[in-house]
């Protein structure tokens, strides 16, 4: 059987997407039903970066649904150093059935899954986050009872988790809407791939650098650090973000009532206000709660 491995968005079709989806809504829904379908399946874990949810969901999520997870530190691995990226990748098929990477550098996960007999999974590199999408897609469907006609605003930085969201929407025909500085503007490549899929959904896709106009009428407005994982304070220049920070005034422009999300971890004060954060139209911790619903849909997807 030919393996299937999550590396972006773009690797997954439609069929697959739907699925997904498809598990996570059941096994939030029912989770007893599907207790121990991963009986006796093992999971692996490499992160060079810190996490929490990501880490913890699917170590969580391989408990509740019957097997096993091994978390393996890049210090005790070394890969380059002790040994090779492809040694390892083939060494942990023999043991694993399925392995979750987290890189500062795409293309590891990439010569990883390369090597790989078994599905490799990215929670998060400098390029993409699809599970973190996948859960912003589900937890948006969920609050809008699978309603498509909605639009969704992203303010901030053009970083890796908007790089997925772009792809997602805009296979799935949602109306989304970006506003980031000028200088620090979503992926190229990533936003022709976005607006030729809208051309096929019916989605539409609007990029700007204006945050107040970007959330007009929104029903959704998202953010995310200005700074990611990785990068130097030094790199960006903060300055040109303070418009963009989600506070009080920037939520008046959109519909009343609309929802804010942010993936976490949060600098409060920076890219949103504490205001807004805990305020009732925050569902930043429904979105985190998904992270598990999706990270055991993407595993009994991949393992069964």
């Not at 006796?40 to 874990?45: A, R, S, V």
């Not at 210090?75 to 060494?91: N, V």
């Not at 945050?211 to 994982?229: E, G, K, Q």
């Not at 418009?243 to 804010?260: E, G, H, M, Y």
């Amino acid at each position: 059987m030919k393996k299937c491995s999550i590396l972006n968005i773009n690797n997954i079709n439609d069929e697959s997407l739907e699925r997904i989806l498809d598990l996570t809504f059941k096994v939030k829904q029912e989770p007893q039903k599907y207790y121990d379908i991963l009986k006796g399946k093992n999971l692996g874990l490499i992160f060079e970066k810190p996490s929490t949810r990501t880490r913890v969901s699917f170590e969580v999520g391989m408990s509740q649904l019957g097997g096993n997870s091994f978390y393996l530190s890049p210090d005790e691995l070394q890969p380059g150093r002790r040994e090779p990226l492809k040694d390892i990748a083939r060494t942990l098929s023999r043991y694993l059935d399925c392995l979750v990477l987290r890189t500062f550098i795409h293309n590891v996960i990439v010569e990883v899954d390369t090597y790989c007999t078994i599905p490799v999974i990215n929670g998060l590199s400098e390029r993409a986050h699809p599970c973190q999408a996948l859960t912003d897609y589900f937890t948006i469907m969920e609050k809008f009872n699978n309603r498509k006609d909605i639009k969704i605003s992203y303010v901030g930085d053009g970083n890796n988790v908007l790089n997925s969201l772009l792809i997602l929407f805009s296979r799935k025909g949602m109306h989304f809407s970006v506003a980031t500085p000028k200088k620090y503007s979503p992926d190229k490549e990533v936003t022709e791939k976005a607006f030729g899929y809208c051309k096929k959904s019916g989605g539409s896709l609007t990029i700007i650098n204006d945050p107040l106009a970007a959330v007009t009428d929104a029903d959704v407005i998202y953010t995310d650090v200005w700074i990611s994982m990785g990068q130097n304070k030094s790199d960006k220049d903060e300055a040109v973000f303070k418009a963009f920070q989600v506070n009080k005034d920037l939520l008046k422009r959109a519909k009343q009532n609309a929802f804010v999300m942010h993936c976490l971890p949060a600098i409060r004060e920076k890219e949103i206000t504490n205001e807004v954060i805990e305020s009732e139209q925050s569902i930043v911790f429904d979105q985190a709660e998904n992270r598990l619903h999706v990270s055991k849909g993407v595993l009994i997807y991949l393992l069964t």
